[in-house]
């Protein structure tokens, strides 16, 4: 590893010195190491030849994994809300009843996708900062069911914590209820055995964890998730899953690929893939538990309590009396790009991602120009 990623490399006119100088911190888009953008780089080709059914199979063999083996994975030009949208609309028909976990704004938004397309959701609220207590989960099921699915953020980007997919996953398999997964911020920094775990779908995106620059939406869907699949009755066009799995019987997409990020992908999941996917499981875990350790260090007050603490972001409190806005403004001078709060918690805490690519020293960097920006918000203050 050891690339220098943090800084982009200078790439001619059009970038401007301030952008060169930034160490990206937030939570997607996440810098993208240098062979990747490279791989970007490359010419285009016929996603109708040989060439383009070539890289389909390097990328759905190499994905594959991430998902825990079996099932299809598929790609769309598109950001992580759309894979959200695509999940609803290809699940799911007119009228039907859907559980929501809400932890956060990513939970929140994927309810409002599904009750836009007429559905009706039960909301299935937590704490912000918090993750569902299985049992808790399982007894408001069954007093609020019947359900025709249950929408849960794996990891809720917005305040860092990370549910315990595999447990949820057991008590929706016990009742019957098909479960659907945002991994947006997920997918290749944490672990996940999608079909093991009793997932029917999974929605996520390219640009966090899997270190490509934006505009892949992904989805992955279960063996036997396909008979509801071919049921929904949803209006669906672009998104329609049953058009991608027709496609890609001959290797191919419906519509035009976004084949420079095909190409970039695919360097991504060669690098995971040369490190080993535990090896990156456990480098997030630790890098989280660094930045952790860090913060509190420093006075900040974490969002997420330790059994729920994402491994991919981390979102903290400043320090008693330290307006949070004023350290995002403070962070930026010093050419730090962190992330400020959403929904309740906009203007309260700040995000750091740990996401990709990320190396200890460069936690241990980012954490220093932190403490930076607190003693000059402090210098100034005492200046008055
Ligand atoms: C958990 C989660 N879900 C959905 C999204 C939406 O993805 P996008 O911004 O690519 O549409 C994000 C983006 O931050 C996310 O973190």
């Known amino acids: 590893m050891g690339d220098k990623f943090h800084k982009p490399a200078?790439?001619?006119?059009?970038?401007?010195?301030r952008d060169e100088d930034e160490i990206l911190l937030t939570p997607g888009p996440v810098p993208v190491p240098a062979e990747v953008?490279?791989?970007?780089?490359?010419?285009?080709?016929n996603h109708r030849g040989a060439a383009f059914h070539r890289l389909y199979e390097s990328v759905r063999s190499r994905l594959l994994p991430l998902f825990g083996g079996g099932?299809?994975?598929?790609?769309?030009?598109?950001?992580?809300?759309?894979?959200?949208?695509?999940?609803?609309?290809?699940?799911f028909s007119p009228g039907e009843r859907v559980a929501a976990v809400v932890m956060g704004e990513f939970g929140h938004r994927w309810a409002s996708i599904a009750e836009t397309f007429g559905l009706t959701v039960e909301r299935y609220q937590v704490e912000w900062g918090s993750v569902p207590a299985p049992a808790e989960l399982a007894a408001w099921l069954d007093?609020?069911?019947?359900?025709?699915g249950l929408l849960l953020t794996y990891n809720e980007t917005s305040t860092g914590a990370a549910a315990d997919l595999a447990a949820v996953g057991r008590l929706a398999r016990e009742r019957r209820i098909p479960l659907l997964v945002d991994a947006v911020s997920a997918l290749g920094g944490m672990p996940l055995e999608a079909e093991r775990w009793g997932v029917s779908l999974v929605a996520s995106a390219s640009q966090k964890c899997l270190m490509t620059p934006p505009g892949l939406?992904?989805?992955?869907?279960?063996?036997?998730?396909?008979?509801?699949?071919?049921?929904?009755?949803?209006?669906?066009a672009y998104w329609d899953l049953r058009e991608a799995r027709r496609a890609g019987e001959h290797r191919e997409t419906p519509y035009t690929p976004a084949l420079t990020l095909w190409?970039?992908?695919?360097a991504a999941l060669e690098r995971i893939e040369a490190e080993g996917l535990e090896a990156v499981y456990a480098r997030h875990r630790a890098l989280?538990?660094?930045?952790r350790e860090g913060l509190r260090r420093l006075g900040c007050r974490l969002l997420a309590g330790d059994e729920a603490a994402s491994p991919t972001v981390t979102a903290f409190y400043p320090p008693e009396g330290v307006d949070a806005a004023a350290l995002l403004q403070a962070l930026r001078e010093l050419g730090v790009e962190a992330?400020?709060?959403?929904?309740?918690?906009?203007?309260?805490?700040?995000?750091?991602?740990?996401?990709?690519?990320?190396?200890a020293e460069q936690v241990d960097r980012a954490l220093g120009l932190l403490q930076r920006a607190l003693e000059r918000l402090e210098q100034r203050e005492a200046r008055g």
Do not use: C
Request: proline share 6%; no cysteine; net charge positive.
């Open 37 to 45: 953008r490279e791989a970007a780089a490359r010419q285009v080709i």
């Open 263 to 266: 190409y970039a992908l695919e």
């Open 339 to 359: 992330a400020g709060g959403q929904g309740p918690l906009k203007g309260r805490i700040l995000r750091v991602a740990h996401m990709g690519a990320v190396e």
């Open 288 to 291: 989280a538990t660094r930045w």
């Open 71 to 91: 099932g299809d994975p598929f790609l769309f030009p598109g950001s992580g809300t759309g894979a959200l949208e695509a999940a609803v609309v290809n699940f």
């Open 217 to 236: 939406a992904l989805l992955w869907v279960a063996p036997e998730a396909w008979e509801r699949v071919e049921a929904a009755a949803l209006p669906r």
């Open 10 to 17: 200078r790439t001619g006119a059009r970038t401007t010195a």
């Open 143 to 148: 007093r609020t069911g019947p359900f025709a």
